[in-house]
């Protein structure tokens, strides 16, 4: 996190998302010629021989869209706001807080476009900046005439620098000139490279509040807040650190019911979610609590204990709860475990986002889910508890012709905690007494917030 900033600029559709996805070398941005595709900043960590940067992809700046009367400022002053005009707005505010926080700046241009007045007017931002900027004319593609590339040399800005986002060609020069601006102590390696910090992700279905429990735990705007359906596209990634423990927060798009789900932009949104929680270790599924429990909030615990993240369930939008008495948590936490009884372990906090009401105790919280996940129970205590539970309750048969043994309960691994049960090979044992060792083994040794994973193997002398 301490090393040096670069910030993509530039208008829509000029691939600014592209080059990002070529400099971190992943597909993390998501993609399309739609303009207004990226709307938050998205982060990650570029690699130039030896020399390590972060990379900062800006949303687009659509002056046609957005005329300088709805900035920011003048807003605030207006009563009756369009919320996609909001958006827009935002976007550029997302755009001008990465050209702050940056320490270079990579303008790119459209190549195969041409010049346009609002290069002019990126140009204008970015002098204004004061920050070293590279002109970066992507989308060469083919061979284009000398003319063509030197007409953006009228900008201002040097050298112009031809390169094409897809194919990589021109991406090395460029990538050299960037770390000429930057300074050689500071691209150092990340001390301890290996270590992986634990992962978040925010899940849940759209206007829950998912984007505004990310920007009250991190104490800042740091993504776009909207009462419009899927506003956020893309996950975002934001490492921090909390109580010496490294952190990688992400926010996910909306995920409605499969047959709602439109197709382009949201599926490929949807889909990235879902690829999230098989790269996380702790999901926050964020429930709005002033509206009732629906399905989808089922499917979408499912999905993740499943992928064997644990789970920490956050009641949002607790201001919104009118007449709350002493009793109302109880009485919501009592409806949600008679709901989702498979889902009893699974600590639940009520919040509200917009006031940062008991947010911090979601981090405290991941803490301990993280080191339930972790737990190790020795040999001598898992033979104590297994004899103990076929003492006061016999496994019951599945199939088989004969009655189940079983000889030894082992865990074998961790993140999720899993465990064996060797059976006799004549007979299986029935899947509610697998679930009757799982309520054993939450009864004695917590695993508060994790799901734990037991299956049968068939014992061989």
């Known amino acids: 996190m301490a090393l040096p900033t ?22 993390k941005a998501l993609t399309s010629s739609i303009a207004g595709t990226t709307r938050d900043r998205n982060i ?9 940067f972060n990379v900062v992809d800006t949303g687009g700046l659509d002056f046609e869209h957005i005329s300088k009367s709805k900035l920011p400022k003048k807003l605030r002053k207006i009563k009756h706001v369009d919320p996609e005009d909001m958006i827009e707005t935002n976007i550029v505010k997302q755009a001008n807080m990465g050209i702050k ?25 970015a002098r204004k900046s004061g920050k070293p900027t590279i002109l970066v004319v992507n989308k060469v593609d083919k061979r284009l005439a000398e003319f063509d590339i030197w007409q953006f040399a009228k900008l201002g800005l040097g050298e112009p620098i031809a390169i094409s986002a897809i194919s990589g060609k021109g991406v090395g020069d460029m990538l050299d000139m960037v770390v000429s601006h930057l300074s050689a102590e500071k691209t150092k390696a990340p001390q301890d490279p290996d270590i992986e910090p634990t992962h978040i992700a925010i899940i849940g279905k759209p206007n829950v509040g998912k984007s ?27 490492p921090f650190r909390y109580r010496d423990t490294d952190w990688l927060l992400i926010d996910t798009a909306g995920i409605r019911r499969q047959s709602h789900v439109s197709k382009g932009l949201e ?11 098989r790269q996380s270790d702790i999901a926050i599924l964020v429930l ?30 607790w201001d919104l709860i009118p007449d709350k008495t002493v009793t109302t948590q109880r009485e919501f936490t009592t ?127």
């Open 288 to 317: 709005d609590i002033s509206q009732p429990l629906a399905t989808q909030d089922a499917r979408l615990a499912d999905m993740i204990t499943k992928a064997g993240c644990g789970l920490i369930v956050v009641a949002n939008k």
């Open 44 to 52: 990650g960590v570029a690699n130039w021989q030896g020399h390590f």
């Open 335 to 461: 409806l949600f475990r008679r709901r989702w009884p498979a889902l009893h372990w699974a600590p639940i906090i009520f919040v509200s986002a917009k006031t940062g009401q008991r947010v911090d105790h979601i981090l405290d919280t991941a803490l301990a889910v993280r080191t339930e996940q972790h737990r190790k129970i020795p040999a001598t205590d898992l033979e104590k508890m297994l004899r103990g539970a076929i003492k006061h309750h016999l496994p019951g048969r599945a199939k088989g012709t004969a009655n189940p043994h079983i000889y030894a309960l082992n865990q074998v691994n961790t993140a999720p905690p899993r465990f064996e049960l060797l059976i006799h090979p004549k007979a299986e044992v029935h899947f509610s007494y697998l679930r009757f060792l799982e309520n054993n083994l939450r009864k004695y040794y917590g695993f508060a917030g994790t799901p734990i994973v037991l299956h049968q193997r068939i014992y061989k002398k």
């Open 267 to 277: 599926k490929a949104g949807v889909a990235a979610s879902v690829a999230t929680l």
């Open 101 to 125: 926080q940056a320490d270079v700046l990579i303008l790119v241009v459209d190549g195969a476009l041409g010049m346009t007045t609002e290069d002019r007017t990126v140009v204008n931002i």
């Open 6 to 27: 670069v910030a993509l600029i530039g208008r829509t559709n000029v691939g600014k998302s592209t080059l990002f996805n070529r400099l971190i070398e992943e597909r």
């Open 212 to 238: 505004s429990l990310l920007n009250s735990l991190l104490g800042e705007e740091r993504v776009i807040v909207s009462s419009v359906a899927h506003t956020t596209r893309e996950s975002h990634d934001v």
